[in-house]
């Protein structure tokens, strides 16, 4: 039948407080080889996401300071019951490489990233 | 007829010297969006590659000094007649998401990443 996300998306995510500093989300980051860590709230609800593109911004900046300050506030997310197809464009139009996957209580339950489609493809020949 | 890498590849590649800073690098993925920067020698021949992820790693490991201390050497390449189905099965198997597209002098022409293969499986529904 037709890719859904839930066949594909890595279901144990790596996540962050939002009280951690910059620091923290890079030692992660270099530990798990993840390019992309939603950021939690103490209730484990969604805060942010930041990204190793964040953590360069940070060196550009030269601001170090705690992972609420440069994380990306309004995150880009998907449904595990939605086409692969449809990810994928939503992924192209918003210009970002990954996507938490959110449950109906929205509690994240996996990440699909391009690394996982574009996986689809080399299986195809 | 069947996608190769120069159907999809990016043709304006930014590069980065091997004495450049790490802070360099850092300003030059924020200014562009790009997260992999292929780095020349002076004779614009590969000598590395650096990614937002190493920048990550070289805050983690608090080094910041040049671009040839943190930057990967051995750089995983594609040709630009090559099928993308092979190219991202390459992508996979070691774990990246970009590569620079060589021509037979082994000068840059494009860069290929996860985000162009995965664009592919965005226009098939
Ligand atoms: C514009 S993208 C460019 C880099 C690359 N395409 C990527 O996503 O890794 C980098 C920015 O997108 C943000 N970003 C990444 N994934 C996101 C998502 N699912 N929702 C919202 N922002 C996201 C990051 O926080 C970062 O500030
Ligand atoms: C293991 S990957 C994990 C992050 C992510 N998959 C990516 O490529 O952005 C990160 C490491 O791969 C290296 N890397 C990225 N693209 C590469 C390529 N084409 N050839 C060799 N190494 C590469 C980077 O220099 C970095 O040290």
Redesign the pocket.
């Known amino acids: 039948g037709i890719a859904v996300v839930s066949d594909i998306m890595a279901v144990s995510v790596v996540t962050i407080n939002k009280d951690a500093s910059v620091y923290d989300a890079a030692k992660i980051i270099q530990d798990t080889?993840?390019?992309h860590l939603p950021v939690l709230n103490d209730d484990k609800t969604l805060a942010g996401i930041i990204t190793?593109w964040d953590i360069a911004k940070a060196v550009s900046l030269n601001k170090f300071d705690l992972v609420e300050d440069i994380m990306t506030r309004k995150v880009i997310t998907a449904n595990a019951d939605e086409q692969v197809a449809v990810v994928a464009r939503r992924l192209d139009l918003n210009e970002v490489s990954a996507m938490p996957v959110l449950n109906k209580d929205r509690h994240i339950i996996g990440m699909i990233t391009s690394?996982d489609i574009s996986k689809l493809y080399a299986r195809r020949s």
């Open positions: 080889s993840f390019n190793a690394d």
